[in-house]
């Protein structure tokens, strides 16, 4: 068997490693068009701030690692650019010879990703704007901020990257401004919660802009001025673009492959694309949402990697269902950590027709451990349950313990958990940890 995977990064490197666990002698090529596999997306931001301090760090897997442990053939600065379907072939140009050469596959796996939205706002293409996705883009906004020195940071879009963005230019000693079109940041969280968030943000001397969006950029002798939809300009000595991405899709519509609206690539419960030799993974395709079963794109990482372990299962033959994403995350926001899982409020009011009004919240302030014990500080838990009780969806913000308490609360609705079940749980106490009734339990008995 020959598989070919194009994208070598979270999706594409779990499937090429997995199917060599799997199987010793399938031929696995994969290529990259970008010079690195394998690398912590998610950690870019933390090493522009300086948190992750060696570049070496990022980079999880290098193709020599990858070909000498595994036994893959790694092809980074390759680029896939077509799909004969009919006789399972790619075009691929090496990017360094310029050479363009053809590899049939028995099975063909795109995990592509999704690139940065940059809409055509006048000046975008200024020369102190930047995007964020991979290793270039990092080496490019630190080489910019440790040349340039630049002082005041514009970071468009409140999402999570662009908060982590403003979080590390603001830990650099820049002054941060974050424009935001909708109300709020953080999207996955409601606007009640996210509140919280923004008194925080300001309380660090950060301004938010918030209902507001950047008509144009003008660039002039190292400054771009941001004029806003509102009329207000702002001056950055650099820019952020971090307005949400979208799917890298190109190679399967240029096949025929079926894609939904958004350009997400359309999979069945075996991530099979409409093509039954060709499956799909990660940022670029449509998921079933987890907790509500309808059809939605939800880019992380947690997702692309089990994603790929369940291709390469179904490609040997162990056939595995991907049974939905349920959206989990988590960010660091200064000092607050704000994460959430499931459906928000926003969206179940948004599908009106099949939740409507029928569900119900209980929002509740608990410590993060037993009071009597140092350290103890409140976290804002916000629980989503349906009218027999299931739980639909979670959001916390808080300083200390968040994350184990939306990863139970994860957990619970992965089992089809209800209210009840958050109310039974025993969970680990100490008093450094937690008390004898965790935040949990507590938004279980309020719920209840
Ligand atoms: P990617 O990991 O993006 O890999 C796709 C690769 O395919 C790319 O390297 C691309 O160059 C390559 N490619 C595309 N087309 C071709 C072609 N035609 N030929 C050859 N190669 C091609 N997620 C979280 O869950 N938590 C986080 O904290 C988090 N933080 C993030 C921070 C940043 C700054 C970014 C950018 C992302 C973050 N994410 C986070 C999202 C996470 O990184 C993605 O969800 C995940 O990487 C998606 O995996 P993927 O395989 O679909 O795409």
């Known amino acids: 068997k020959k598989v070919l995977i194009v994208g070598g990064v979270a999706g594409g490197a779990s499937t090429a490693a997995r199917l060599r666990r799997l199987d010793e002698k399938i031929e696995i090529i994969m290529f990259e068009k970008g010079e690195h596999i394998s690398f912590a997306n998610c950690g870019l931001p933390y090493y522009i701030g300086g948190t992750i301090e060696e570049r070496d760090a990022l980079l999880v897997q290098t193709p020599e690692k990858m070909r000498s442990r595994f036994n893959i053939d790694v092809r980074v600065k390759n680029e896939v650019l077509s799909i004969d379907r009919e006789k399972k072939e790619v075009k691929v140009k090496d990017l360094d010879s310029g050479k363009i050469y053809k590899e049939t596959y028995d099975y063909l796996v795109l995990s592509p990703g999704a690139s940065p939205i940059k809409p055509p706002i006048p000046g975008i293409d200024s020369p102190n704007i930047f995007t964020l996705r991979n290793i270039p883009d990092t080496d490019a906004i630190k080489e910019y901020l440790d040349n340039k020195k630049p002082k005041r940071a514009v970071v468009v879009g409140g999402g999570f990257i662009g908060i982590e963005m403003a979080e590390n230019l603001y830990d650099r000693g820049l002054n941060v401004s974050i424009v935001e079109m909708a109300d709020q940041v953080m999207g996955p969280i409601d606007f009640d919660m996210a509140q919280i968030v923004h008194q925080h943000i300001k309380s660090k001397g950060v301004k938010l802009y918030l209902k507001d969006g950047v008509k144009e950029f003008e660039y002039k002798d190292g400054v771009t001025r941001v004029t806003l939809q509102s009329g207000k300009t702002l001056d950055a000595d650099i820019v952020i673009l971090a307005i949400g991405v979208r799917a890298d899709s190109k190679l399967a519509v240029d096949c025929g492959l079926e894609v939904n609206q958004r350009g997400g690539i359309v999979v069945d419960e075996y991530l099979r694309t409409s093509d039954k030799n060709i499956f799909a993974i990660g940022d670029a395709i449509e998921v079933v949402d987890f907790v509500n079963g309808s059809k939605t794109m939800i880019p992380l990482a947690g997702p692309a990697n089990k994603q790929g372990r369940i291709v390469a299962n179904n ?120 008390s004898a009734k965790d935040p949990v339990n507590m938004a279980g008995f309020t719920a209840e």
Not at 335 to 348: H, R
Not at 351 to 378: N, T
Not at 396 to 421: E, L, M, N, P, Q
């Open 315 to 434: 490609i040997v033959g162990r056939s595995e269902k991907y049974k939905g994403t349920q959206g989990t995350s988590i960010a660091k926001v200064f000092d607050l950590t704000v994460a959430s899982t499931g459906n928000n409020e926003k969206l179940l009011n948004r599908m009106g027709k099949k939740y409507g009004k029928d569900y119900k919240i209980a929002l509740i302030h608990s410590k993060s451990h037993a009071g009597y014990y140092p350290g103890a500080i409140p976290m804002t838990i916000k629980l989503i349950f349906n009218l027999k009780g299931k739980i639909l969806g979670a959001q916390i913000v808080g300083y200390d313990g968040v994350d184990k308490r939306i990863d139970v609360i994860a957990s619970a609705i992965r089992f089809g958990g209800t209210v009840y079940d958050l109310k039974e749980l025993e969970l680990a106490y100490a008093p450094p940890y937690s």
